[in-house]
């Protein structure tokens, strides 16, 4: 649905993206990441065919958005992440001038915005002025008004920024919703977002795409290492030097005492060896036994930081 091939866009002699390539498919709701300044912004705007790119292509429902701009557009449902509303109107006026502005084709422009309004949860605030509407209902109108036309795809950039939690919660599931009949490409900084919504991750730092993937298997690609979390009765310092020293380990630190006369560890495995059991030789061969040993799990803030500063060094 979505084809973007060795994009690039310069602004002078900065980069805003760099030789990009990636494709979405009908259907999938795709979370876009990516710190300030990255080319998450450049990248929706030349989708959304508000800007131009220096070089490369990219496609909407097969259609180059360059090239044929206009009838791109007719695929496309933009959500900024400050919606472009004309306060003074009524949420109603609103729909209906964004219908005649996009000039939507529908057997019947009431019906169509009746069920706009209906899925988006705006049917008792359509005769308001949008002025006195709460940024939460404000958020909606922004995403009735990308609905209007009955797009192929959404394109949001920072949906739920500045909604308070039970807004939040609101919008996201009305964009899962959405997504089980659209292609979905959500821009935002709130990572527990992407792991409740999205389906895949594209990760973009200094105009280049760095990572690709389901966010599950996200953490393979910043390590590859085992991380433990190990349990010991046993003296602290003779405990940590002596994992340290256990084949197989690629560090090992101090988390804490959490129950009396025992510490908590963090191991790091090196590549592609599991040290569970040279470590329950060296402790058993010590007797200092193991209360706990589980996996720690990487967060998705953990996997995005790492990703950056990896990165960075390259």
Known sequence: MIEVTNLTKTYGDNRGVTDISFKIQEGEIVGFLGPNGAGKTTTMNILTGYLSATSGVAKVAGIDVLEDPIAAKKHIGYLPEQPPLYVEMTVDEYLGFVYELKKAQTPSRRK???????????????????????????????????????????????????????????????????????????????????????????????????????????????????????????????????????????????????ENDSVDFLIEAKAGIDVRKPIFRTLAGANWPILRLSPQDMSLEDIFVRLIDEDKKN
Do not use: F, W
């Not at 949001?156 to 996201?172: A, C, M, N, S």
């Not at 690609?221 to 256990?246: C, F, K």
């Not at 690629?250 to 005492?257: H, Y």
């Open 112 to 258: 169509h915005i009746d069920g706009i309004c209906e899925r988006v949860g705006l049917d008792e605030v359509r005769a308001r002025v949008i002025k006195n509407l709460s940024k939460g209902y404000r958020q909606r109108v922004g995403l009735a008004a990308a609905l209007i036309g009955d797009p192929d795809v959404l394109i949001l950039d920072e949906p739920t920024v500045g909604l308070d939690p039970k807004q939040i919660i609101e919008i996201r599931n009305l964009i899962k919703g959405l997504g089980k009949s659209r292609t979905i490409i959500l821009s935002t900084h709130i990572l527990p977002e992407v792991s409740m919504i999205c389906e895949r991750v594209l990760v973009i730092n200094q105009g280049a795409i760095i990572a690709d993937d389901r966010p599950g298997n996200l953490a393979s690609l910043v390590s590859s290492d085992r991380r433990i979390i190990l349990r010991v009765a046993g003296p602290r310092e003779n405990v940590l030097q002596a994992l340290r020293g256990v084949d197989g380990v690629k560090s090992a630190d101090v988390l804490g005492v959490m």
